[in-house]
Structures are given as C-alpha cells and as structure tokens.
C-alpha cells in the first residue's frame, strides 16, 4: 500500500536526455481532493477476479500481492545502492545538475493516476533545456527506474517495475487458469503484421486478401468454439443500421453529428476526472491514452492496478461520458461488486450454476453507452453484429467492399473488418470470430424483459446475467456495494430504455417472439 511507503529520493535525469522530457505545469492538471478516500486500493481479491468473468473483450493479468510486494522491495533495494554509488562519485558542476521534478505515484505515463496527496503530472513532450523549474522536486514512494526514450508516441511511458512475464500468458492458481485461457486467446487472435497487410490491402485497391500472423497463434479448435456467427438479430442489424443511414446520410455525418468532434488528451483528461468524482472512484482506476486499439476503449489490470485504455482516435465529445459509463459505470462497478460474492471465482459460480456472463455483461454496457444520447440509435452495435455475420460467409476483401453501402471511409472500413477476421490467417476463405455480435445480442434480451429486470441488483451482485438476479439476490451480499449515478434514479432510467426502443423502431412484440 503507498500509504506504508514514504521513500524520498532524488530523481536524476542525465542532461542529454533532459531535452526530451517534458513537464506539464502542475496548476494544468492540479485535483483538489477534500475525500480522504479518494485514493482507494480495493482488496487483493478483486484484483483476481474483477474482470475475469466479464466478457473476453477485457484482458486481465493478475499479479498476487505477495509477489508485487516481494518484486517492489527488490527494485527498491537494488536502485538504492545504485543511487548511492551514483551520488559518490558525481562531480557533475552545479549548471549540469538534471533539475529534480516532484511526480505522485504510482505514474503510469501516458496516462495519469489521482491521489489524495499531490497533483498529478504527465510527461508528454518537449520542452527546451533553458526552461527553469522554480521548486525543488523529489518522488515521493518507490523508487523508479527511468527507462531510454522509446520510438513509438504511443508507447511512451514511465515504468514502475518491469514484468518478468508478458500480461498475454500469466496467471496464478486455478482460478486464474480460466482468466489466463481467457487472456491467452484475445492476445493470440490479435494479428502481428495488421500495419503491413494493411499497407498491402490499400496498395492493391482493396482486392488482396491480408494473410495475418500471430505470435502465439490460438489452437484450430479454440477458434472453431468462435467461428460460428448467428443470423438470429440480422434483420434487426440492418433496419437499425439503413435507419440511421436515411436519417443521417451516411456514417460520417451521423458520427460528426451524434458524436461531435475530437477531444484533445487534455479534455479527454478533464471528462474523466470529473466523471470519477461524480462515481466516487477518483484515484482507483489509472488512465492511459493511445491510438494503438482496436475498440474504442477496454478495463484491464496493469502492474496489479484497474487500467482504463481510451483509443484517443474516436473520443468524441458527446460519447465520451456514454463510454465511461461503459467501462467503469458498468464493467468496474460490476466487477468490483462481484468481488463480495460467494460465486467470486469460477468454483463459486460452478457451484451456485450461473448462467454465463454474456451477453448480458457486454449488453448492459453497450446500453449505458447511448443511454444519455439525444439520439440513442444502436448503429455500432448493429454494424458489428451485421459485420461478424457476413465475415462468416465472404473473404475480407468481399467483406471490405460490402461495408462500403454503409460506410464510406476505407481506414474505419478496415477496423470493423479486422476485428471480424483476428484469428484468421488466410482471409481469403469465409470466416469470422464472433465475439462482436454479443453487444446487440445482449441489448436486445435486456430490452425484452427490461419490465421484469432489477437494474439495480444487476449491477450490484456482480458479474451475473440477467436471468440468475431473482434466484441469487437471497444469497448475496449487498453491504456497501456500488451501483453508479445513473441507477440512482430509477424512473429516469427506464424513460430512457423507452427511448432507446422508440428511436430504433423495435417493439415489444419483436422482441417477444424472437426471444422466448
């Protein structure tokens, strides 16, 4: 816990790299925290299981607090006879000296992290060496290695401790070993070469079909279990998707139109920060920013912290809010929630037979994407659903020009039909990974019994679908369970479930016969 550590230190830059670091002005990203809880550290437990049972869109890798604890001392000690020896045997003349910043941890750049002790500061660009810094500035908590300045803007960081195994293929115990295969699938089905078959696919006007490879490729059976897409909803997909199109005209105009325009990393900052207060969960969850995603944004667990990753490409000023409710109003919470449960972990849930996780999960959130919305139109979920499903029966580039009657620009083209492809090699032959269809799927089973569900206790027993609240809520426990703002007021809610029916143009007696 950072509150047992205060370890002051000195923090050295050599002056040849000085020129490449820069510092925000601290009043740029001050947080006057008054909540003396604002820095939570939920229990060890919710770190193993807390996203585990959610939907396989989030990763997760686990890390026990005895080894961090164990890893954390041994860096610290070995940097501080490092230091020591350093400090001896400098002579470096007082105009040399590096200037020493004064940065919170824990700093997971290029991200940022809350605490109730100090402003946060983020790294992010240059500044010239003749800039003076007026105070004097130590770290205060363990000791950080500074590593050399990486190649990729995306990859930039500050890095606490260095992992000693990749996040794709650890795990601990038997209940990490299901997060683990969970884990381990999502990081094989993820191609490597995506940027050079893509340059290829342009090259040839959009007929060669991208042969993709895979460090750890998923075993041929493992990807059969997700190869097999569902035309149940499809009439539905596309009635949402042609609606949008003859309100908007096209994709692009009803994004600029519903979304808005692009955020900069600074307002994206601010909406997050003021989101987290408004949820009572400022200083839980790190925030790293990047335009290496293909989702618009995932919840995993980095280094033993919550980490949400926002793909700074599609934040849009108007879905901003609807995607953190999302992923921390929905995926944290309920996560966080399930950690209380007695089906925490997968024996649990084998033992007290739970439905499984999804489509309820990623339907539920998908909802609280659009729930605010003016004009709550379902088109994502419907365009991935429809994507998956003609992924199945055409080749990627067939699927490329079909996409091209609802959406005009070939790069968002490209991730739609990469997402349907991962896992595949040669995708010239049909085939598709089918987890994009749970989102509709699962909005449309929620809508349908929406009069019967308690939206209250979904969120606040945990990772459970819809179908298993009436017979589980008598064995919860629901003491200081967390349920967001947007619940609060349950009236208002369904109005805006209405609403989301209404827009869409789906109807009780649709629904009823297509989900019994």
């Not at 959009?206 to 035309?231: I, M, R």
């Amino acid at each position: 816990m950072l509150e047992s550590i205060r370890v002051t230190e000195k923090l050295h830059w050599r002056k040849t790299e000085l020129s490449k670091k820069s510092l925000l002005r601290p009043e740029e990203h001050k947080l006057n925290i008054n909540n003396e809880n604002s820095l939570q550290h939920p229990p060890s437990g919710i770190l193993k299981d807390i996203f585990t049972t959610g939907t396989s869109s989030y990763n997760v890798l686990l890390q026990s607090k005895e080894e961090k604890k164990h890893h954390t001392q041994k860096q610290s000690s070995v940097h501080h006879k490092k230091y020591r020896k350093t400090t001896k045997c400098s002579t470096t003349s007082r105009s040399n000296e590096p200037h020493k910043i004064k940065v919170p941890l824990p700093l997971l750049s290029p991200g940022w992290y809350c605490t109730n002790r100090q402003p946060s500061i983020i790294v992010t660009s240059p500044v010239p060496t003749s800039v003076k810094f007026t105070s004097s500035v130590s770290v205060a908590g363990s000791s950080i290695g500074l590593p050399s300045r990486p190649k990729s803007r995306t990859k930039r960081h500050l890095s606490l401790t260095k992992p000693k195994q990749s996040q794709s293929s650890k795990s601990h115990g038997k209940e990490g070993d299901a997060s683990g295969r969970k884990l381990c699938l999502l990081t094989a089905i993820k191609p490597s070469n995506v940027e050079k078959e893509k340059m290829k696919f342009f090259k040839s006007d959009f007929t060669y079909n991208p042969q993709f490879e895979y460090e750890n490729p998923a075993l041929p059976n493992v990807l059969a279990k997700h190869s097999h897409a569902s035309d149940r909803f499809l009439k539905q997909s596309i009635n949402i998707i042609e609606r949008t199109l003859q309100k908007y005209g096209s994709y692009e105009k009803f994004e600029q139109a519903t979304g808005g325009s692009l955020l900069t990393k600074s307002r994206i900052w601010n909406h997050v920060r003021k989101y987290m207060v408004k949820e009572g969960c400022l200083g839980e969850i790190v925030v790293h920013l990047t335009e290496d995603l293909l989702s618009r944004a995932s919840m995993t667990v980095v280094n033993g912290r919550p980490t949400l990753t926002i793909n700074i490409s599609t934040a849009r000023e108007h879905w901003l809010e609807g995607m953190l409710r999302h992923e921390i109003g929905t995926h944290y919470f309920r996560g966080f929630n399930n950690n209380s449960q007695p089906w925490c972990n997968w024996n649990g849930r084998r033992k007290h037979g739970l439905k499984p996780v999804n489509p309820t999960e990623e339907g539920l959130a998908s909802i609280h994407s659009v729930l605010f919305r003016k004009d709550p139109l379902l088109w994502r979920a419907a365009l991935l659903y429809y994507t998956v499903y003609q992924a199945s029966q055409m080749s990627f580039s067939q699927l490329f020009q079909d996409l091209a009657k609802f959406v005009k620009d070939p790069n968002t083209r490209w991730d739609y039909c990469v997402r349907a492809k991962r896992g595949w090699t040669d995708t010239s032959q049909p085939g598709c990974f089918n987890k994009d269809q749970v989102y509709l799927d699962g909005i449309l089973r929620i809508l349908r019994y929406r009069e019967s569900i308690d939206f209250y206790l979904l969120t606040a027993l945990g990772k459970i679908s819809y179908e298993d609240v009436d017979r589980l809520k008598g064995l919860a426990v629901i003491e200081n369970m967390r349920v967001p703002h947007f619940l609060q007021d349950h009236a208002r809610y369904m109005e805006h479930l209405e609403k989301i029916m209404q827009v869409n143009k789906l109807t009780d007696e649709e629904l009823q016969d297509l989900i019994n």
